[in-house]
């Protein structure tokens, strides 16, 4: 019997629950445009710009200990820059192109367990092991992410591409 007063209880909950969503849904479709009271005007707004640079306002002070203790505590408000002669190296020997090398990638030779550099040399594709030499060209040491090379007697590391 308590089930019974329960089921019914429960079943008018729902059915007014219901009652209420079909109601605002009529409500909502059938309502006047003239109706004033439910329409309100917004502010307009400004366009945020994106690119404009807010200006900095913050200023770093250095005036705080070394949290090590490392090194003396330094007066940095007192700064004195001291004139370093800069002297420009212009280089004497011609610069080598080393475009017409590319680094591929690698593979491990599964027998000898070793690294082999796949390697293009004026679009021509080799495979050198280390202390291998073709074209002129040595590789000297396999990174797995660049390669040492040498050509020409100069060295030079190439990255992967």
């Known amino acids: 019997m308590k089930n019974k007063k329960l089921t019914y209880v429960l079943g008018l909950a729902v059915l ?3 009652g209420m969503i ?3 849904i009529f409500a909502a479709v059938s309502a006047n445009d003239d109706d004033s009271t439910t329409t309100a005007i917004a502010p307009v707004k400004e366009a945020f710009n994106d690119f404009s ?3 900095d306002t913050t200023h770093l002070m250095l005036n705080y200990r070394d949290p090590f203790g ?3 505590q330094k007066d940095t408000a007192r700064f004195i820059a001291r004139r370093t002669n800069v002297r420009t190296v212009t280089p004497t020997a011609k610069t080598m192109d080393w475009s017409f090398i590319r680094y591929s990638g690698y593979m491990l030779n599964p027998a000898t367990k070793k690294l082999i550099a796949l390697m293009s040399i004026n679009g021509q594709n080799i495979t ?3 202390g291998q ?3 002129q060209v040595k590789l000297i040491k396999n990174l797995r ?3 040492k090379i040498s050509f020409d007697g100069k060295t030079k590391f190439i990255g992967i591409k």
Do not use: M, Q
């Open 22 to 24: 079909i109601y605002r």
């Open 70 to 72: 490392l090194v003396a």
């Open 145 to 147: 992410d660049s390669i």
């Open 133 to 135: 030499t073709k074209n």
């Open 53 to 55: 640079i807010p200006k």
């Open 16 to 18: 007014v629950v219901w």
């Open 128 to 130: 050198l092991a280390e």
